[in-house]
């Protein structure tokens, strides 16, 4: 079993569409993330999670709104797309946010936006 | 998080030692010092990460400096597979999985 699975892998779509992004983890973790990779391959973090309350936003618009019904998903949705959305988007668990603890990460989902 | 300088590139012969340096020089007590990597096309995967003592597991070592300043991360026998950008971050107790990667070391195992 996938540790961290996220759907969908590819997305392509149009610039203005409102899509989503799901992810599970199945370790158990209380905490949840969202990370984007750009083009120029740097990965930052959008999002933390713990227990389904929102701990880290770093700036990101308000067109991104996670959303965290259990303790085992956290999805974002991204309304009006723009060109520069198009990114990779990773989705990651770890057990516990604070303290020293490995962040275990999806596979990523690629999303382009036309 | 302080911030880590990694060099840009770095090859490595099949089955001989990898040694990827990282340089850590304004680190506070409470940093730890995490090894991830990012095989292409796929997610992150930690690798190793201590405080001050050198630490080994399965898959790396880690040493870390007496002065905390600097870590060199080991890969004992590189295959073709350890082929991946390596990223040396630094990262707080506090820090709720913020990790700050940096741009990583882009290693390249040849036969």
């Known amino acids: 079993d996938t540790a961290v699975s996220q759907t969908p892998k590819y997305l392509v779509t149009q610039m203005g569409n409102d899509k989503s992004i799901k992810c599970e983890q199945n370790l158990g973790h209380d905490t949840m993330y969202w990370y984007k990779q750009d083009s120029k391959k740097f990965l930052k973090i959008m999002f933390s999670y713990n227990n389904k309350e929102l701990i880290i936003n770093e700036t990101v618009p308000n067109r991104f709104s996670p959303k965290s019904p259990d303790k085992a998903h956290l999805n974002l949705h991204i309304n009006s797309l723009e060109l520069g959305d198009s990114a990779v988007y990773f989705c990651?668990?770890?057990?516990?946010?604070?303290?020293?603890?490995?962040?275990?990460f999806g596979e990523g989902s690629r999303l382009t936006v036309l | 998080d302080a911030k880590t300088t990694q060099p840009t590139s770095m090859d490595c012969a099949e089955g001989r030692a990898a040694n990827l340096p990282c340089n850590h020089s304004?680190?506070?007590?409470?940093?730890?010092v995490y090894w991830y990597r990012q095989i292409h096309s796929q997610g992150p995967q930690y690798i190793i990460h201590?405080?001050?003592n050198n630490e080994t597991n399965e898959m790396a070592s880690l040493i870390i400096t007496e002065d905390r300043k600097s870590s060199t991360l080991i890969l004992p026998h590189a295959t073709l597979r350890d082929t991946a950008v390596y990223y040396c971050i630094v990262r707080g107790d506090d820090s709720w999985g913020k990790l700050q990667f940096g741009a990583g070391t882009q290693v390249v195992v040849t036969p």
């Open positions: 304004t680190i506070s007590g409470n940093e730890y």
């Open positions: 201590g405080l001050k």
């Open positions: 990651a668990s770890s057990r516990t946010g604070g303290g020293a603890g490995e962040l275990f």
